[in-house]
C-alpha cells in the first residue's frame, strides 16, 4: 500500500517537470554541471529528473528552482499541470524593481518626512543629471541641445 506521500509523487507530471526543466537549462545556456554548480540538485539527479526517471525532493526542487532563477512555486505549478511554456512571472528574488522597492524601503525606515523629502529630492536630482548626460551624448551624435535640468 502506498503511503500519502507516495500517493501524491505518482500523481504529479514529473515528465513535464523534466522537460521544463531541461528546456529552461539550456534556454539559459547551462549544462547540467553548470546547475548543480550553482547550488542546484546534484548532476545525477538533474540527469534523471530530465530522463524522466524518478521524482526528486522538495530540497532538491527548492535548489533547481533557485539555480534555474525560476520564481517561487514554478516547479511545483508544473508539476500540478500548468503550461511549462507559459511565460514566467517576474522573479521577485531577482526582480530589479522588487529589489530596489526593499532597499527603498529599508533606506526610507525611521526617517522623518523632511529627510524623506531631502532624499527624494537628491533622487530627482540625480535622475534629471543623469537624463541631461545622455541627452548631451545624443546630441553630440545627432547636433542636438537639451535640457531637463530645468523641468520639475
Known amino acids: 500500500m502506498l503511503t500519502p506521500m507516495a500517493r501524491k509523487a505518482l500523481t504529479r507530471d514529473w515528465a513535464s517537470l523534466g522537460a521544463a526543466v531541461e528546456a529552461r537549462r539550456v534556454q539559459l545556456g547551462m549544462t547540467q554541471a553548470d546547475v548543480a554548480a550553482a547550488d542546484g ?12 526517471a524518478v521524482p526528486i525532493s ?25 503550461d511549462p511554456d507559459a511565460p514566467l512571472p517576474p522573479n521577485p528574488e531577482t526582480n530589479p524593481d522588487v529589489i ?27 535622475v534629471l543629471a543623469e537624463l541631461d548626460a545622455m541627452d548631451a551624448e545624443a546630441a553630440g551624435v545627432n547636433g542636438l541641445k537639451t535640457s531637463r535640468s530645468t523641468r520639475s
Open 41 to 52: 540538485p546534484s548532476e545525477g539527479t538533474i540527469r534523471k529528473l530530465e530522463n524522466r
Open 58 to 82: 522538495a530540497a532538491s526542487m527548492e535548489k533547481l528552482r533557485r539555480a534555474l532563477h525560476w520564481p517561487p512555486g514554478h516547479p511545483e505549478a508544473i508539476l500540478a499541470g500548468a
Open 100 to 126: 530596489h522597492l526593499g532597499f527603498v524601503r529599508g533606506t526610507l525606515a525611521g526617517r522623518t518626512p523632511r529627510e524623506i523629502e531631502r532624499l527624494n529630492q537628491r533622487a530627482r536630482e540625480a
